[in-house]
């Protein structure tokens, strides 16, 4: 493709805006307001398109908030009780993942330390560094890249994987450990709570609440981009 062919057959930026693609069929639409609740689903095979997600937008920073707090508490305080060499103590999941390793199971070690830690950790960090700029109305550095990392750390920071992340702790250390049911537990279980309405939000609706105008206004980034 040319360079001119490339530029001539781009619409103008506020129709791109206004544009919407089928993720499964590849039609194309244009986006039209929604009532709250509602979905734009494709004519031709049925999928969702996108939700009225303004609502979910407005909650989605504290929610954030509250996961990194809740993912805080339930890494600081023990877990799970251990009985090392007729010694017991009480240890974080960290630690639970460190004992994991020692005991010759690197490999579970591994799976619990991302799907429960590291996965969840950089989810979260990124929805904070995208949300707390744009809150401000203001465009965070690498906003693509971003939303596109979120998207593809997604199937690893998934609830289900998350879930089965814990079980396998418990599962593994339960011949040498016991879960404690203290505020790391509650808090775990929060967590599971909180990660599940945040995961629900779609982070390409993000693209959308670039612009705090709407639609209508070309966007800003036209001149960098
Ligand atoms: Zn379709």
Redesign the pocket.
């Known amino acids: 493709m040319t360079p001119d062919a490339h530029v001539s057959s781009q619409p103008p930026a506020q129709d791109l805006h206004r544009l919407v693609a ?1 993720e ?4 194309l639409y244009e986006r039209t307001p929604l009532a709250p609740g509602e979905r734009a689903t ?1 004519l ?4 969702v398109l996108y939700r009225e997600s303004s609502r979910a937008y407005q909650r989605l920073l504290p929610l954030v908030v509250t996961a990194l707090i809740l993912f805080l508490v339930s890494n600081t305080y023990p877990i799970v009780e251990m009985d090392l060499k007729g010694v017991r103590t009480e240890t974080t999941l960290w630690g639970a993942v460190q004992a994991l390793h020692s005991d010759h199971m690197t490999l579970v070690a591994m799976l619990v330390f991302g799907t429960t830690i590291l996965f969840p950790l950089a989810e979260m960090l990124m929805m904070c560094y995208l949300l707390v700029p744009m809150a401000r109305h203001r465009m965070p550095p690498g906003f693509d890249r971003i939303v596109r990392g979120i998207r593809q750390t997604r199937p690893w920071g998934m609830i289900e994987v998350f879930m089965i992340g814990v079980l396998v702790t418990v599962v593994k250390l339960s011949t040498m450990a016991q879960v404690i049911p203290g505020v790391a537990l509650w808090s775990f279980g929060a967590l599971v709570v909180v990660l599940a309405a945040m995961l629900s939000f779609d982070p390409r609706d993000l693209w959308h609440y670039l612009e705090p105008a709407g639609a209508d206004e070309a966007p800003p980034r036209e001149d960098t981009a």
């Open positions: 089928c499964y069929c590849d039609a494709c031709r095979c049925g999928g």
